[in-house]
């Protein structure tokens, strides 16, 4: 739980939940990790497929934590989709913020992880395992145009949230003077 929620909290959750949608669009399907299809998709993805080890420095764990490997955010655009997630320790689960703002990608952050393992020789086995992934789950490589209307929706989104949670804080004001503050 949140120590302190704001407009803006609401507005990424409204942006991961599209981009859930839009993944589900090209994948034909729901895509809930937590439960039936997807939980199962899930499982099979972190055991079979990479053997409960983290994707990006390769150590066993009980306790995997799904990672989008292209970041499910409103900088990214990162579909919720099978071919986009993999098993992620919690050491591994937090990318580097670059100076101009903004996260590595997902082969930046292989590449710091193996180099601050000392295991720069496992980068290329690594990264060919992660694209046949993508391949394997028919990730949709989105062009240009695709991307761009993504992010011209996920921006949208996310002011127009943000605007209706300060909208409705005057509202608020508005009726609490028009009837409370009246009747007192």
Not at 49 to 63: L, M, N
Request: with cysteine; aromatic share 12%; glycine share 6%.
């Amino acid at each position: 739980m949140a120590v302190y929620n704001t407009p803006s909290d609401s507005a990424n959750t409204a942006v991961r939940a599209f981009l859930t949608k839009v993944g589900e669009y090209y994948l034909g399907y729901s895509f809930n990790t937590g439960s039936g299809k997807g939980k199962k998709i899930w499982q099979e993805i972190r055991e079979e497929e990479f053997q409960s080890t983290c994707a990006y420095c390769g150590v066993r764990a009980d306790k995997l934590q799904i990672e989008h490997l292209f970041m499910f955010n409103r900088a990214e655009y990162g579909l919720h989709h099978p071919g986009n997630i993999v098993p992620c320790c919690s050491c591994c689960n937090k990318r580097t913020r670059l100076p101009g703002g903004g996260y590595t990608d997902w082969k930046q952050h292989l590449q710091q992880v193996c180099s601050t393992h000392g295991h720069e020789e496992n980068y290329e086995a690594r990264k060919q395992k992660i694209d046949q992934h993508f391949k394997k789950y028919n990730y949709p490589d989105l062009n240009v145009n695709e991307l761009h209307s993504i992010r011209v929706i996920a921006n949208s989104l996310y002011e127009n949230i943000k605007a209706e949670s300060e909208k409705s804080l005057l509202l608020y004001k508005q009726l609490d003077e028009a009837f409370v503050q009246e009747s007192t």
